[in-house]
T-cell receptor
């Protein structure tokens, strides 16, 4: 148990719809990172939030957006869903000082999104 | 893009045998981490080795790091059926904005 919780655990959407995934960080952590993991692949970095601001972004289009709240929980929003967005979305929390090298990440169990 | 690449992609061994997997990366790093993932679950941190360290142990795990070759290895000794999982290396270097980037993983099957 990492103390990181994600919701929902599974969801099915159709192409063109929008989805919001939620993540509750481990107590004491100020940084949240989101990853997309396609079946059989390694996790791909989407973006990171540090103290409610985006602190780095991977190679994902703008229709992937996020928020971090004052309690350090976070949301991942994906607009105009495409079939290739089907994946396991992983949230990871950590404590950092922003630009410092990344230490250990604590992952949630993920939200499995299927786009039909 | 993936900074680290694991080798082999899949590994099948008998219980009690050792499992070794390797990770190669492309740019300079601050540290390298190994994670484990049971099927369809979240990732669990196993061990972190800093760029100025060469070897680290944690229980049945032994990790080495060779920064001159840009490679790392993870050894699991005396494997158990419960070690069946995917194992990922992850690196954070300036090229990735100090963000953790993962390789494609090694799928390990430990047969009882």
């Amino acid at each position: 148990e990492t103390g990181v919780t994600q919701s929902p655990t599974h969801l099915i959407k159709t192409r063109g719809q929008q989805v919001t995934l939620r993540c509750s960080s481990q107590s004491g952590h100020n940084t949240v990172s989101w990853y997309q993991q396609a079946l059989g692949q390694g996790p791909q970095f989407i973006f990171q939030y540090y103290r409610e601001e985006e602190n780095g972004r991977g190679n994902f289009p703008p229709r992937f957006s996020g928020l971090q709240f004052p309690n350090y929980s976070s949301e991942l929003n994906v607009n105009a869903l495409e079939l290739d967005d089907s994946a396991l979305y992983l949230c990871a929390s950590s404590f950092s000082s922003g630009r410092a090298p990344t230490g250990e990440l604590f992952f949630g169990e993920g939200s499995r999104l299927t786009v039909l | 893009s993936q900074q680290g690449e694991e080798d082999p992609q899949a590994l099948s061994i008998q219980e009690g045998e050792n499992a070794t997997m390797n990770c190669s990366y492309k740019t300079s790093i601050n540290n390298l981490q190994w994670y484990r993932q049971n099927s369809g679950r979240g990732l669990v941190h196993l061990i972190l080795i800093r760029s100025n360290e060469r070897e680290k142990h944690s229980g049945r795990l032994r990790v080495t790091l060779d920064t001159s070759k840009k490679s790392s290895s993870l050894l699991i000794t005396a494997s158990r059926a419960a070690d069946t999982a995917s194992y990922f290396c992850a690196t954070d270097g300036e090229a990735a904005g100090n963000k953790l980037t993962f390789g494609g993983g090694t799928r390990v099957l430990v047969k009882p």
